[in-house]
């Protein structure tokens, strides 16, 4: 079984800051990439960003430059830093995971959600 457990999520005022966090576990043959989407009420989940194996980023228009993914390979663990943090970035992010499995089955994962709220 794999599982992914994200924490992170809070609630802060507009132009403030948050990290997410998300580790993977469990029968991981390798990782393809990691990422974070989100979902607000009533819109549907959108891709914020992924960084993939090799390093490779993708960032929805809405976050570039003032989010960034990185990755942590040695602990299965990708991050999002979110900074300059507007009212419409309110959602529950998803980390997702796209890997092989010890079975060498291709598997998407997602995670539990984290919300983030940016209210004043």
């Known amino acids: 079984q794999v599982q992914l457990v994200e924490s992170g999520g809070g609630l802060v005022q507009p132009g403030g800051s948050l990290r997410l966090s998300c580790a993977a576990s469990g029968s991981i043959f390798s990782i393809n990439a990691m990422g974070w989407y989100r979902q607000a009420p009533g819109k549907e989940r959108e891709l914020v960003a992924t960084?993939?194996?090799?390093?490779?980023?993708n960032y929805a228009d809405s976050v570039k430059g003032r989010f960034t993914i990185s990755r942590d390979n040695a602990k299965n663990t990708v991050y999002l830093q979110m900074r300059s943090l507007k009212p419409e970035d309110t959602a529950v992010y998803y980390c997702?995971?796209?890997?092989?499995?010890?079975?060498?089955?291709?598997?998407?994962?997602w995670g539990q959600g984290t919300q983030v709220t940016v209210s004043s």
């Open positions: 960084i993939t194996s090799g390093g490779s980023t």
């Open positions: 997702n995971l796209k890997a092989i499995t010890t079975l060498r089955a291709a598997a998407n994962y």
